[in-house]
């Protein structure tokens, strides 16, 4: 048997099972604890947001205050439905970066411009199809 087959015969598989057991579960403890820190710091910034402007966002709402998300994949990704957070963000692969009110501001309206057009579309739709129905039934008679 050579020195290098021997060397790895004696070494184990696998590591003790402990070994990254307690480095996975503190790397666990502190990305919740980290989240929790963005989320008192999201709640100060509605806090004062609110009380600026006389308005409360929405829960969903309120991840734009830590994350850029483009308006059409906010609506494709239906998170107006949901209560998305930090933990959230990050395992989307989103930046967080706390934001200014103008730039809240934008971030709200670009959604509901979105929204608004994607509204006026689907009406669009239905109108013309209801109009070629129509036209289909007259031209029938």
Sequence with gaps: MSPVTSTLRARPRFPAPDCHAASAATAWGEARSAIEVIDTIVSGWIGLYSFVTRTVPSKPRRLNVIADIDASVWIDAELDHSEPDAWFALN?????ALCTVQDYSRR???????LRQRTDADTRRAHDARHRSHRQRLIAH
Excluded: C, R
């Design 108 to 114: 709200l309206a670009a959604i509901e411009g979105e």
């Design 92 to 96: 989307k692969g989103y930046s967080l």
